[in-house]
C-alpha cells in the first residue's frame, strides 16, 4: 500500500489514532496535512514526518471550513480527508459520566460540535475540491460507541451513531464523483482518550475480559485499517463502517470467560 504522490489532511493528528494514521501515511510516501489543537504534539508529528501542521480548535464551530481552504491552499491538492478529533470538554477533563436525565447542554453541544458539525463542515467544504480534482476519499473515525449503548455517555454515543449514518449519506451522495466515504468503528484502543475511562473504579479489568481477543486495541491497529480505507485497495469499498474491537461486539452477551474456557 502507497500513497506516492497522495496528499492527507488528518484531524486529532497530535495523538493516538491520528498520530498513527499520520505517520503510516507518510511512511507510505503521502504528504500529511495535520490539524490538532494541541501545538506541542503537532510540533513533535512534524518533526518525526515532515507534515505540514494546523492548529485548529475544531470544537469552535466554522474551524474545520477554514482548516479545509487553509490546507487546501498549502497541499495544493486533498487526496484523502480523514475527520478523526475528538476530546473532551476542557471543563470535563475526567469524563464524568451522565445518565440521560443528568445531560448537561455543555456537554452535549461540545460533544455534537466537535464530533459531528466540525465533520460535517471538513465534509461540506472538501467535497468540491474533491469534484474538481476527479476524485477523493473521505474517512471518519467512528465508534462502536456509535452502533450500541454505553453507560453515562449519551451524548458520545448519539454524535457517534450520527457520524456513521452521516458517512452513508456522504457516500451514497458522491459515489458517482469518484469519492469514497467511509468510517471505522473503533472498540477499546490504548490511547489517551480512552485512559481518562480507566480511571474508574474496575473498569480497566472488566474491560479486558469482555475483549476476546483479551487486549485492548493499539493506535497503529486502527491506523491500518484507517490507511485501508483510504487507499486504492479499497477501490470498491464505500459507505462501510468497518468494526475494528477485537470481537467485542460480535458476541452475544453471555461473558467472554465462559466461552473460552
Ligand atoms: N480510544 C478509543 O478507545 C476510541 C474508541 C472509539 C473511537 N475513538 C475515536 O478515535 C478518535 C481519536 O481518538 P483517540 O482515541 O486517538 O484519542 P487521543 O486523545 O489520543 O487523540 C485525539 C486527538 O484529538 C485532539 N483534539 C481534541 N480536541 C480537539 C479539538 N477541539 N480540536 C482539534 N483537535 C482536538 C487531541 O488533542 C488529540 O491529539 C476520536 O474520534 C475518538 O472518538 C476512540
Redesign the pocket.
Known amino acids: 500500500m502507497r500513497f506516492d504522490g497522495k496528499t492527507l489532511l488528518i484531524?486529532?493528528a497530535?495523538?493516538?489514532?491520528?498520530r498513527a494514521t499520520a505517520i503510516g501515511f507518510a511512511a507510505r510516501g503521502g504528504r500529511v496535512a495535520a490539524?490538532?489543537?494541541?501545538v506541542e504534539?503537532l510540533r513533535s508529528l512534524a518533526d518525526e514526518t515532515g507534515a505540514i501542521t494546523f492548529v485548529?480548535?475544531?470544537?469552535q464551530n466554522g474551524a474545520a471550513d477554514a482548516l479545509v481552504a487553509d490546507a487546501h491552499a498549502a497541499l495544493g491538492r486533498i487526496d484523502v480527508l480523514h475527520n478523526?478529533?475528538?476530546?473532551l470538554p476542557p471543563t470535563l477533563q475526567q469524563g464524568r459520566l451522565a445518565k440521560v436525565a443528568d445531560i448537561v447542554d455543555e456537554v452535549w453541544n461540545y460533544n455534537l460540535q466537535?464530533?459531528l458539525t466540525a465533520v460535517m463542515q471538513a465534509t461540506r467544504r472538501v467535497i468540491p475540491i474533491m469534484q474538481a480534482q476527479g476524485g477523493g476519499v473521505i474517512v471518519n473515525?467512528a465508534?462502536?460507541?456509535g452502533q450500541f449503548a454505553d453507560f453515562g455517555i449519551g451524548a458520545y454515543n448519539a454524535m457517534k451513531a450520527a457520524v456513521i449514518n452521516f458517512t452513508k449519506v456522504t457516500a451514497i451522495e458522491y459515489a458517482s464523483d469518484n469519492i469514497r466515504c467511509n468510517c471505522f468503528c473503533?472498540?477499546?484502543?490504548d490511547?489517551?482518550?480512552?485512559q481518562k475511562s480507566l480511571g474508574i473504579p474496575g473498569f480497566a479489568d472488566a474491560a479486558t475480559a469482555a475483549v476476546p481477543m483479551g487486549r485492548f486495541g493499539k493506535?497503529e491497529e486502527m491506523a491500518n485499517v484507517a490507511l485501508f480505507l483510504a487507499s486504492d485497495l479499497a477501490s470498491y469499498v464505500t459507505g462501510a463502517a468497518f468494526v475494528a474491537d477485537g470481537g467485542l461486539t460480535a458476541q452475544t452477551g453471555v461473558p467472554t470467560r465462559f466461552r473460552n474456557g
Open positions: 484531524t486529532g497530535g495523538s493516538g489514532i491520528g490539524a490538532d489543537v494541541n504534539q485548529s480548535d475544531l470544537s478523526n478529533a475528538f476530546g466537535l464530533g473515525t465508534s462502536i460507541s473503533p472498540g477499546m484502543i490511547t489517551a482518550l480512552f493506535p
